[in-house]
């Protein structure tokens, strides 16, 4: 297991940190890997040594969790900008390498519209699974696959900090984790923020906004445009509610049973996975009622009017 201090710690110089870590060479594998563009990598030398990197499990024919990780990973990317591939280095490891070739990962990236700076990996199952075991997370096999661990591994190899982070944490926060809590604060931030003075008071959130922000942010905007996914803004104008409320729910079986609505939806946006996320009924009602709230309160008059009536 890997074990590190968590970014409310101090941080140590680099140097103090690297000679008394044991997180290097000689603990890391230098286990094969190929990419998603068919070329042999070693994971120490070629992938971890020397950087800061981010690094998940993951597999292509996921309908649960992976998705969303992807998507969240993609957001961190996107706020890391083009440090991604130059001083950062993202990593997503297949635990299912018998389905993964790197023809399915290459077409899994694009899919989810992956940036430079990001590889997709996938290798022998046991290498995989050593690497699982090496980085702190539990191996899972073939037969056990959707058990395996979604948590982000996120280090620096030289000076031997490393940690796990939940997927779910907000996209910025993990950027400013890896951006600049890796580099010991030795990288300035040159994004101009916003002054505290100008900080608005936040109420409680309700049960559907938190779901919003921790389901669906990554993919899916109220009223920004299309993200990964389409802006949600009227979605509930748009279908059924009882059909929405099973859509949250349990999509997958939705596109299994070919539902005419779940397949037309999912081919206009690049058959892009809508993750099961083993939400229940008062979890879509929640999610429902916030989008609900949350278009009435930027419709346009009529629009409001016309909604109104229909919930009659």
């Keep these: 297991m890997l074990a590190a201090a968590g970014p409310a ?9 690297a000679s008394a870590s044991p997180w290097h060479g000689e603990y ?4 094969k890997l190929v990419t998603q563009d068919g070329k ?18 993951m597999f292509t024919s996921c309908r ?11 957001a961190v990317q996107a706020a890391l900008g083009d440090r991604v591939g130059k001083d950062i280095f993202f990593y997503s490891i297949s635990v299912d390498p018998k389905t993964d070739t790197p023809a399915v990962l290459k077409s ?15 290798g022998s199952q046991a290498d995989v699974e050593l690497l699982q075991k090496k980085l702190g997370v539990a191996a899972v096999t073939p037969a056990s696959v959707k058990d395996h661990d979604t948590r982000f591994i996120v ?28 580099f010991n604060g030795k990288v300035k931030d040159t994004k ?18 938190a779901l919003f922000r921790t389901r669906c942010a990554s993919c899916h905007t109220l009223g920004g445009g299309p993200g990964l ?13 009882a059909w929405l409320a099973r859509w949250i729910k349990e999509p997958d079986k939705m596109l299994a049973e070919k539902d005419p609505r779940a397949v037309a939806l999912a081919a206009q946006w690049r058959n892009l996975p809508m993750p099961n996320l083993k939400l229940d009924d008062d979890d879509a009602a929640a999610l429902i009622d916030y989008l609900r709230q949350e278009t009435r309160k930027t419709a346009k008059p009529e629009h409001t009017a016309q909604a109104g009536r229909q919930g009659q």
């Design 28 to 31: 890391f594998p230098n286990a």
């Design 108 to 122: 899994y990236m694009q899919t989810f519209k992956v940036g430079p700076g990001w590889t997709f990996l996938t």
């Design 229 to 241: 996914g389409p802006d949600l803004h009227g979605v509930v104008n748009k279908h059924p509610q």
């Design 192 to 209: 101009a923020r916003p002054s505290y003075s100008n900080a608005v008071q936040i109420n409680n959130q309700s049960e559907g906004a």
């Design 64 to 74: 649960d969790v992976c998705p969303m990780d992807t998507a969240q990973m993609r």
């Design 155 to 182: 280090g620096n190899e030289a000076t031997g900090q490393w940690m796990k982070r939940s997927a779910h944490e907000h996209p910025q926060v993990m950027a400013d984790l890896v951006g600049g809590y890796l």
């Design 9 to 17: 710690a101090a941080p140590a110089p680099a140097e103090a940190q």
């Design 40 to 57: 042999t990598v070693r994971f120490y030398d070629d992938l971890i040594k020397d950087r800061v990197v981010v690094i998940n499990f």
